[in-house]
C-alpha cells in the first residue's frame, strides 16, 4: 500500500495566464510566489496551520484548461522506487520525471501516473519550502489548501484505487461519491461521478464563518459567480462557499472541517448519505455545480416532499 502523506499542489492549464493570476490574486487571495516562463506558483498556506513553510500549493500554467495533476507527497524519501514499483504492478504504468520537470514543480524527484478515470496524479519526494511567510493578496482569511474534488467515471472502481492501492480511507458517502481521507482531515479528495477526469474544485479552508460571510459579499460586489452557499455540510461538518474561477474551474472557502483522529480510527465508521439535497447543505442551499447534481450520479435525487430537485434549471 502507498502511504500517501498529504496534498501538496494543483498544477492547472490556462489559455490566459494573466487573467488567471489577477483571479487567483485579487479574488481568491492567494500569493503570487514566482512567475517563471509560462507558469505561476501560488502560496496558501500558514506556517501555524501545518507546520510547515511550502513552497507552493497551485500552479497555472499556459496550456489546455482540462490539463489537471493533483500531486501528493509521501513522508519516506526512499521509497519512491518501492511506490512506483507497486503502482506499476497494479497496471498503472509510472513516468519518472526529468530534471527539468523536477525543477518546474520544484520538488527533488517524483512520479507521475493515471488513475483508472484519467485524473493525471503525482507523488513527489522532498518538496521544496520556503523561510518566507505567506502574505496574502487579499485577506480572505485562508490558513490552508486542505482538498481537491476530482471526477470520476466509476466511482467504486475509483474508491478500490484509492483505498486499496492508497491509504485512502472512505470518511462518508454521499450516493456513490466517496469522501477519501489520508491524514485526520475528514476528506482530502472526493470523488463525483462525471463524463470527463480532471479536478471538480479546489478547496481553501479559512480561519472562521466570517471569513465566508465577508467572501460572499465580497464575490458578489466582484461579479464573481457564487455557484452553491453558504451553507453548512452535514458530512464533513463545514461551512462553505463555493464560486466560479477561470476556466469553469470552482473553488471553495470552507471552515470547521471535521478531524478524524488516531484514537477514533478503530471505531469510525463512514456514513452514507443520499445523493440529495441535505446531503450537500443542511441549510438548505442549492448548488449549481454539474456534478451534485443528481443527473451526473446516474440517477434522480431522493427527495422530500415539496423539495424540488437536487439540479438547477
Known sequence: MVNLFDIRYLRIGTPNLDNAIEFATRIVGLQLVGREGKAAYFRSDKPKVRGDTRDHTLV?????????????????RDALDSVAAEIEAAGHPVHWGTSEECELRRVKNFIAFKDPTGNKLEIVVKPFHTGTRY?????????????????TANAARDEA??????????????GDAPLLRINTIHHSLALFPSATPGVQHINHQVEDIDDIMRSYYFLKEK???I???PG???????????FEGPDKMVYEYSVGVKLITPEMEASYRPRQFPFAPESFCMWGSRPDIPEFRAEAAGGKAAEKPGMAPLRVV
Open 232 to 242: 453548512r455540510h452535514p458530512s464533513s461538518s463545514a461551512c462553505f462557499l463555493y
Open 161 to 174: 484505487f484509492w483505498t486499496r492501492l492508497m491509504n485512502a480511507r472512505v470518511s462518508d458517502w454521499i
Open 227 to 229: 455557484v452553491f452557499g
Open 60 to 76: 497555472y500554467f499556459e496550456g489546455d484548461p482540462s490539463d489537471h495533476v493533483a500531486a501528493f507527497d509521501i513522508l519516506d
Open 135 to 151: 502574505f496574502p493578496t487579499r485577506d480572505a482569511g485562508i490558513t490552508e489548501f486542505s482538498h481537491i474534488g476530482l471526477r
Open 223 to 225: 461579479g464573481v459567480r
